[in-house]
């Protein structure tokens, strides 16, 4: 930038200089000189110094274009907030806003040491080392920083803009990293492309105050440094990729992809013999720095030297040190046999101690063996038949063909044309994106949530066809329109354009071919912007706090239940109350309503939860002993009878009943099926009909009228009539249902007395 | 003892359950602090003879000071004073309307000069547990006859009544001409009364109506002695479950009526008790903080946080949403679901929201003349429930902001709770002048505690002033105006955007400084 402006400069002065050679040449009388000097300096500065130079333009372009994708990302994450309102959306945000509000309040020693009494009762949670802080630290300081400019914000505006502002960041990595493998103009589609995305969107909407949102920054960021690092074998750069890692392990237990994909890419450089020195100071910098750091968030901790699925990357970085050894012996031994009959000495004994240590660390319980989780991404019916609690979340289900059309859209097809032009020019970078890309696919298909991992990716690649097709079409209307103008004013001007003159006229179509071409790209391109937008407003700026319905005469009906429910439990319940629910509403009730809960989202104990499901599927008097036990004051069961909200209690039951399964024997999932049938009507399984929930759900639901011409009892949901009208609660007592009936909230009763 | 009030007593023993004696201690008191004895004496009045006698029994029963207070009333017949001596009233008339949360009482008091000396004011006097409660008194004197009749305003101010018995409270009401001896004067009083209805039972169930008892005296409770006077008792339904009888005891629909009682003695107390249905909202502010803040970029601020409960008969048992939405006329009678909000007119920007986010459950209703806000709460409120919100608003600043002959500017906003039908327990108001301005003073027509704070809000360097004014017991009658004075300087109005235009300059300079230095080690 400096030159262009120094530039610009000089042309002004040389102008001047211009001019007052000019005048002095006519010689008038020296007074008369000034005003003839102005004047014409006037005109020379208007026309020249204000005309930017085709560079300057392009510069010029570029952060306006850059700007506008800055906050074209912002805004259109926006529809939640214009749609319903300044809120924190969905479950998990919950408790990191619960989190962060702690963190502004008590500061941050407060925080890393916290014990939550407030859920798994009685077990309570270490919180401050079970979580990732970077997403609290980092709404946290942004807050502090703006209140310091005196700028009085709530804590609540912050966390909910804090997914947008991050996404908006990406779109600027995204820009840097295009630049990177391909070049600027790639970088900028990518950054359009990034900035609307649904597959990013579903997971940064104003609100959606999660780990993710912050997370991808810190991933394309750490890999976009990583990239530069090994491109240029600097020092700096693998530092602040290395500090990238840090930023990222701290957000989001993702980190585990970098940590593996990044060896996995070191080791195919190594093997198609792409070896450098700036590979060598990229990665041993970056992992062992990044090791050092990663440490010190507690809930990694010594895990990352221990556990399986760090070993990869430990792996690769005793192998660097292996090559640049044996590359060094070789540097020293002339002699060839001699440094052959070296290498198998070296490579046997290498792998027969890695194997040994390997073997010892994994026999003695040094190395963890490979969570559930992460095994469930490698074989995808692995969590379905051995870990239901996984199973259950929706997100963690496979991904349906039609999620991916619905996230990423023409970038589907864009995608393998991105992998082709990688492929015709092969560098360390592009390999890497290549990679990342495939890599983060197949992770995409397993589990719905990933599609997020692999969205920047399929952008990035996605931005190169495009760039690299726009540019070649373009290339090709402008050289013929240059070579027809040049052709009339400069008949020799070279053999290169003539050469090319004669190529246009053998393929008399080529002009219009491309023009057509760009139209359809350019087509395509605004159908993915339309397509974005009304994903974005319509399907992922839902709250799902909040549930919007259409009315019978097309008005928009609130269904704001959840919020009924809770703020009634915060404010006409004992402060030590105890609320039993299933674990999908543990945060929001410790958030919203203030109480202490027995089980939450983050499923770290998974008997407790079997408890929780087993007393949910229990007889009531069974039930009640097990909630005696658990000193459970209140129960909150979610029902959508009466809506027909579909994601309720009595759809989630069978999970409940298969977690509490696993655990305690007693309850058997064939118990609640009629011949493998699911079912809540007259023949529905006795013990189904009940059960506490069924109890819970359906009491003195026989006499409401739900729906017009239907009998009373009708349940909306699942559309049929119950089949247990009469229902009597023994133990439990209706403390409040809001008015959809949404939640209901049963108050366990004291023990009679005995005489 | 003859069984005569036969009510009262049946409440008194209900009052003290089983309640170990201690004789002594009241006898004590009795003796000590009280004339007793001119109960005997005086002929004529056997109710309240029987009364004192029936209180002593009772009261020998008793213990505890705060039961001791009401049976010391009891006892207490006749007290003379020497000061009130000179004013005696000829007719007194009090009318107690219950219809609402509120008891409104309404006297009318025909005051005449019987000393020698002009009187100048006239005292009035009340039970301390009725003192407590007391949200406003009011007074005016009448003058002129029938038509002609013009009213005056008094002043009325708490005052000690030095031999008031068992602590009494008495207020003073100066007139404006002091009664020469022998004339006459009819003044008017206007007392209300906060959270004088008890519920009885404590615990209903959701189907059940709401009950509810009154305490007072039969007789006006006075300084003077009274030639005449009647009490009537208006419920707000004809479900009256019992009521104590001083006879004469009269009921007629809605109305009860205690009188006419002939020339009863200074401090002359009879204590009724009415038990009746009352299904009116009890809403309860129990605390409610009101922020105003002026922008002297042409707007007023209003933030309200409320923390609202049911102060009726708390709900036992279940909550039925089946019921409630079923049988709405049989169901929850006493508990209430929407509250009004009377606002401003020309009010823009309203929200209602609490900690956790919106509320969808309001509408707005504007005219020229005034604004309406229907909200309603997250939930129905039955007794003992509470909800807390926050209602904000912003009005246009020419309507309440003026400048004072002196120069200085002063607000002109309304005190009180802007939902209707509603009594709050403590009410604080800050008035958040604009950053620099100085010399706050606030004009109040009634007593209210105030302090300084200071406030930090978008951009403030040394913070806004902010006046804040307490009190509690507050009725809907303190929706009056009042005013703060103070004086600011336009100049400081430029500060804030000043502050920003300079950053901002400063943020571009800094970046073309940064694009034509050099500041890399290397050599260029």
Known sequence: MPPQTMSAKTDATIGVNGTAKSTSNQAPPPMALPANLKSDLLNKLSLKSFKLKTKQQELLLRVSILFLVYVLAFITRLFSVLRYESMIHEFDPYFNYRTTLFLTEKGFYEFWNWFDYESWYPLGRIVGGTLYPGLMVTAALIY?????????????????????????????????????????????????????????????????????????????????????????????????????????????????????????????????????????????????????????????????????????????????????????????????????????????????????????????????????????????????????????????????????????????????????????????????????????????????????????????????????????????????????????????????????????????????????????????????????????????????????????????????????????????????AKVMSWWDYGYQITAMANRTVIVDNNTWNNTHIATVGRAMSSYEDEAYEIMRELDVGYVLVVFGGVTGYSSDDINKFLWMVRIGGGVFPVIKEPDYLVNGEYRVDKGAAPKMLNCLMYKLCYYRFGELMTEYGKPPGFDRARGVEIGNKDIKLEHLEEAFTTSNWIVRIYKVKPPNNRW | FPPVSFLSLHHLCLLLPSLPTDATAVRVLLSGDFKVSQAETRPGNDASDQLGAAAMEASLRAHRPAALLIFAFLSLLSVSSSAAQEIQILNAERRIDLSSQVAIVFLTLKVENTGKAAASDVLLAFPPTEAEHLAEVKAQAASGKKRKKTYAHLIVEPTDVPDAPNGAKGFRLALHNPLSPGETTTIEVLYMLTHSMEPFPAEISQSDPQLVYYRDSAYILSPYRIKQQTTFIKTPSTNVQSFSRVEPTNRAGMELKYGPYEDLPAYSYSPVLVHFENNNPFAVVEELVREVEISHWGNLQITEHYTLAHGGAKLKGVFSRVDYQSRPSASGVSSFKNLLARLPPRVHSVYYRDEIGNISSSRLRTDSRKSELEIEPRYPLFG???????????????????????????????????????????????????????????????PVEEHMETKYSYLDVVGRPVLVLEKKNVVPEHNIPFQVYYTFNPIFMLAEPLMLVSTVFFLFASCVAYLHIDISIRKG
């Not at chain 1, 992992?287 to 507690?298: E, N, S």
């Not at chain 1, 070296?342 to 660390?361: C, M, S």
């Not at chain 2, 005190?415 to 004009?443: I, N």
Request: with cysteine.
């Open chain 2, 384 to 446: 003992g429930w509470k909800s807390t919100f926050i209602i904000g608003y912003g009005l246009p600043l020419e309507d309440f902001l003026f400048e004072s002959t002196d120069g200085k500017r002063y607000l002109n906003f309304t005190f009180g709770c802007p939902l209707s039908g509603t009594v709050v327990d403590k009410l604080t108001l800050k008035v958040v002048l604009p950053e620099g301005s100085k010399d706050p003073s606030a004009v109040i027509p009634f």
């Open chain 1, 144 to 576: 502090w920083g703006l209140r310091f400019l005196r700028f009085a914000v709530h804590i609540r505006e912050v966390c909910v803009l804090t997914a947008p502002f991050f996404a908006s960041n990406t779109t600027l990595v995204a820009y840097f990293f295009g630049k990177e493998i391909w070049d600027s103009s790639a970088g900028l589609v990518a950054a359009a492309l990034i900035a609307i995305c649904p597959g990013y969107i579903s997971r940064s909407v104003a609100g959606s105050y999660d780990n993710e949102g912050v997370a991808i920054f810190a991933l394309l960021l750490t890999f976009y440094l990583f990239v530069k690092a090994v491109n240029t074998g600097s020092l700096t750069w693998s530092l602040a990729s290395a500090f990238g890692y840090f930023y990222m392990v701290s957000a989001w237990g993702g980190y585990v992809f970098i940590i593996n994909l990044i060896p996995l890419y070191v080791l195919v450089l190594l093997i198609t013999g792409r070896y450098s020195v700036r590979l060598y100071i990229a990665y041993n910098c970056m992992y062992v720095l990044g090791m050092l750091l990663a440490m010190q968030i507690r809930f990694v901790g010594f895990q990352h030297v221990q556990s399986g699925e760090h070993m990869a990357a430990m792996g690769v970085f005793f192998l660097m040190q292996v090559f640049y050894f044996l590359d060094w012996v070789k540097y020293l031994l002339s002699d060839k046999r001699l440094f052959e009959t070296f290498l198998r000495i070296t490579v046997t004994t290498t792998v027969g101690l890695a194997a040994v240590a390997l073997g010892v660390g994994t026999a003695s319980g040094y190395i963890s063996p490979w969570t559930g989780r992460f095994y469930s991404l490698l074989d995808p019916t692995y969590a379905k038949d051995h870990i239901p609690i996984i199973a259950s979340v929706s997100e963690h289900q496979p991904t349906a063909w039609s999620s991916f059309m619905f996230d990423f859209h023409i970038l589907l097809f864009l995608f393998p044309a991105g992998l082709y032009f990688c492929f015709k020019r092969l560098t360390d970078a592009t390999i890497f994106i290549v990679m990342y890309g495939l890599t983060s696919m197949y992770f995409a298909g397993v589990m719905v949530r990933l599609i997020l991992v692999a969205t920047p990716a399929v952008c990035l690649i996605s931005a190169i066809a495009v760039s690299a097709t726009v540019k070649n079409l373009a290339q090709l209307l402008r050289t013929k329109s240059k070579v027809t103008q040049g052709g009339s004013s400069k008949a020799a001007s070279g053999s290169k354009a003539s050469s090319k003159a004669l190529l246009d006229q053998s393929q008399p179509f080529q002009r219009n071919g491309a023009i057509a071409l760009l139209l359809g790209v350019f087509y395509l391109l605004s159908k993915y912007a339309t397509h974005c937008t009304w994903v974005t407003s319509e399907a992922y700026s839902s709250p799902s706090i909040v549930l919007a319905a259409r009315g019978a005469h097309g008005n928009k009906v609130i269904f704001d239940d959840y919020r009924e429910a809770y703020f009634w439990l915060q404010q006409n319940t004992p402060t030590d």
